[in-house]
């Protein structure tokens, strides 16, 4: 069965940087556009970056611009973040469709929790 598994996040100070990783175990990401989402506590889930699957464009939101870069290889999407402020906190999913412009992706997974505090 196709399940995305995100890994990566954890406890950074502001100003420091993490890597998250997005896979789905015994499957190829080839065909797949793959987002990235950010709920914040007591906020609704947002979608902070993109990459599709043809020519791998990517996409982000203004907020994460300038610090958060996407990536991706045959089985594995990445998305480095850098400068990260407390307001970066969060749960972090990753999800995958056919395009990064369709208004739902279809697969998603568990989250990984990211912490940005002093």
């Known amino acids: 069965q196709f399940q995305l598994v995100e890994s990566g996040g954890g406890f950074v100070q502001p100003g420091g940087s993490l890597r998250l990783s997005c896979a789905a175990p015994g499957y190829t990401l080839d065909y797949y556009a793959i987002g990235w989402f950010h709920q914040a506590p007591g906020k609704e889930r947002e979608r902070v970056s993109c990459i599709s699957n043809r020519d791998f464009t990517t996409y982000y939101e203004d907020s994460v611009k300038g610090r958060f870069t996407m990536s991706r290889d045959v089985d594995t999407a990445y998305l480095y973040m850098n400068s990260l402020k407390p307001d970066d906190a969060g749960v972090y999913y990753c999800?995958?469709?056919?395009?990064?412009?369709?208004?739902?992706?279809?697969?998603w997974g568990q989250g990984t929790q990211v912490t940005v505090s002093a």
């Open positions: 999800a995958a469709d056919s395009s990064c412009s369709g208004p739902q992706f279809r697969y």
